[in-house]
């Protein structure tokens, strides 16, 4: 099993349009979560932490379930600037945080 | 916020030549640099983690003599693919952590783009 699996996608979805994507991840002594954001030919770019009583920003909200390990990310009034392939980063372990293979959205006009 | 530079952002060369590629933490100290390789519509994949001071550590399958990793401050990073070949052609990140806030996310550089014709 990966350390860090995501939903396959695509995901492609008409503007305004609310998506969710889920990550799990198999090591249970993982402490902190992110979520990265990565245009196509781009390096990722941190979107936002993922915090256990949950957070929200603006249209996304990440949530964190421990005890079923995984994360979610929950993007509500998709914008077509929003289409990008979306990472689940979960760690750390020793200095390494570990990648999720990613999901991609396409946000359709 | 923590910047991490990377140089060249692109590289176009012809096969049997060595590319050095360099990864700099600009405000930050990081004992640990990590590089990837990303081919196209596919995840990222780690292929080492510099160690300031030490011997870089590899992962599985990734030919240490093929990616040569140094580490020679904490503020740079490099890796040479020495005598690339077009398979080699991919987009090489390098990202790091800030060694005071070593729970907290990875910084990327821009990523480089190898071809190798």
């Known amino acids: 099993r990966k350390e860090v699996e995501q939903d396959p996608g695509p995901f492609n979805v008409p503007e305004g349009a609310t998506v969710a994507f889920n990550c799990t991840y198999s090591n249970s002594a993982s402490q902190s979560f992110f979520w990265y954001r990565q245009d196509c030919r781009k390096e990722p770019k941190l979107l936002m932490s993922?915090?256990?009583s949950g957070n929200e920003d603006g249209r996304f909200t990440a949530q964190l379930n421990r005890a079923s390990q995984y994360i979610s990310l929950l993007i509500r009034d998709s914008k077509l600037s929003d289409s990008a392939t979306y990472l689940c980063v979960v760690g750390p372990y020793g200095q390494n945080f570990v990648f999720g293979p990613g999901t991609r959205l396409s946000v359709l006009p | 916020g923590a910047v991490v530079s990377q140089h060249p952002s692109r590289v176009i060369c012809k096969s049997g030549t060595s590319v050095k590629i360099e990864c700099r933490s600009l405000d930050f100290q990081a004992t640990t640099m990590f590089w990837y390789r990303q081919f196209p519509k596919k995840s990222l994949m780690l292929m080492a983690t510099?160690?300031?001071?030490?011997?870089?550590?590899?992962e599985q399958g990734v030919e240490k003599d093929k990616f040569l990793i140094n580490h020679a401050s904490l503020t740079l990073s490099t890796l040479t693919v020495t005598s690339a070949h077009p398979e080699d052609s991919s987009f090489y990140i390098c990202s790091a952590n800030d060694r005071a806030y070593s729970n907290q996310p990875q910084h990327f550089g821009d990523g480089t783009r190898l071809s190798i014709l």
């Open positions: 510099s160690n300031e001071g030490s011997k870089a550590t590899y």
């Open positions: 993922v915090y256990s």
